[in-house]
């Protein structure tokens, strides 16, 4: 089974700040891997998505970008935070289902 | 592009009641999930459904999947407060390698 790390848990950033989120993945290779975003509760929506190292697909365009420089290793960043990017993130991988991490709040002020 | 429609949204149902949430979506698919959201939590794999016919059970929740009317439900068979959360709906397109979640229904058992 895999288990999905996700931190840091909450986060609190000021407009224009950059941001790092990671993701690992233990107990399986070359999976698939996804961020997604949650507003207020909401539906999912698909940020990115990565089939293996350096192999990106992003889905909407915005001021987020990701990248995967290992395996099991995903990371979303911003160079400048936008009031519109608080939301919850989570990471995901994908075997037989989804694994999700358990999210990291974002909330920008 | 695949679009995927839950209802309802919200349901306030009674203990000890039973009820039916839907799942419908646009194009074929090969497989389709259910997921299970607590306030403030992150989801939680309820079922994996990968066939036309597909029931699974799991105490009082049950999911089918109908591919040919492109439709899963979700059952809910005499409801306890515990089954209070968001349950989301999650449909598979293996070519393009990703999935599209439902809105998501937000389920309240009151006592």
């Given at each position: 089974s895999q288990t999905i790390h996700q931190w840091p848990a909450t986060l609190v950033q000021p407009v224009g700040s950059p941001l790092s989120l990671e993701c690992t993945v233990e107990g399986t290779s070359n999976p698939n891997l996804y961020w997604y975003r949650q507003a207020a509760g909401r539906g999912l929506q698909l940020l990115f998505y990565s089939i293996g190292i350096d192999q990106i697909s992003s889905e909407v365009p915005q001021n987020l970008s990701a990248s995967r420089p290992q395996d099991r290793q995903f990371i979303l960043s911003s160079k400048k935070l936008l009031l519109s990017d608080s939301g919850f993130y989570l990471c995901a991988a994908r075997y037989y289902g989804y694994t999700f991490g358990s999210g990291t709040r974002l909330t920008v002020v | 592009e695949l679009k995927v429609e839950q209802n309802p949204l919200f349901l306030s149902m009674q203990e000890g009641k039973n009820y039916t949430i839907y799942c419908n979506y646009s194009t074929t698919s090969d497989r389709l999930y259910w997921y299970r959201q607590d306030p403030g939590k992150s989801l939680e794999s309820l079922f994996v459904l990968l066939s036309n016919g597909a029931v699974k059970q799991e105490g009082r929740l049950m999911a089918s999947l109908d591919t040919k009317a492109r439709l899963s439900t979700l059952h809910i068979t005499a409801?306890?407060?515990?089954?209070s959360a968001t349950y989301f709906c999650a449909v598979h397109n293996t070519n393009a390698g990703k999935s599209t979640f439902g809105d998501g229904t937000t389920l309240t058992v009151k006592p």
């Amino acid at each position: 089974s895999q288990t999905i790390h996700q931190w840091p848990a909450t986060l609190v950033q000021p407009v224009g700040s950059p941001l790092s989120l990671e993701c690992t993945v233990e107990g399986t290779s070359n999976p698939n891997l996804y961020w997604y975003r949650q507003a207020a509760g909401r539906g999912l929506q698909l940020l990115f998505y990565s089939i293996g190292i350096d192999q990106i697909s992003s889905e909407v365009p915005q001021n987020l970008s990701a990248s995967r420089p290992q395996d099991r290793q995903f990371i979303l960043s911003s160079k400048k935070l936008l009031l519109s990017d608080s939301g919850f993130y989570l990471c995901a991988a994908r075997y037989y289902g989804y694994t999700f991490g358990s999210g990291t709040r974002l909330t920008v002020v | 592009e695949l679009k995927v429609e839950q209802n309802p949204l919200f349901l306030s149902m009674q203990e000890g009641k039973n009820y039916t949430i839907y799942c419908n979506y646009s194009t074929t698919s090969d497989r389709l999930y259910w997921y299970r959201q607590d306030p403030g939590k992150s989801l939680e794999s309820l079922f994996v459904l990968l066939s036309n016919g597909a029931v699974k059970q799991e105490g009082r929740l049950m999911a089918s999947l109908d591919t040919k009317a492109r439709l899963s439900t979700l059952h809910i068979t005499a409801a306890v407060h515990d089954l209070s959360a968001t349950y989301f709906c999650a449909v598979h397109n293996t070519n393009a390698g990703k999935s599209t979640f439902g809105d998501g229904t937000t389920l309240t058992v009151k006592p």
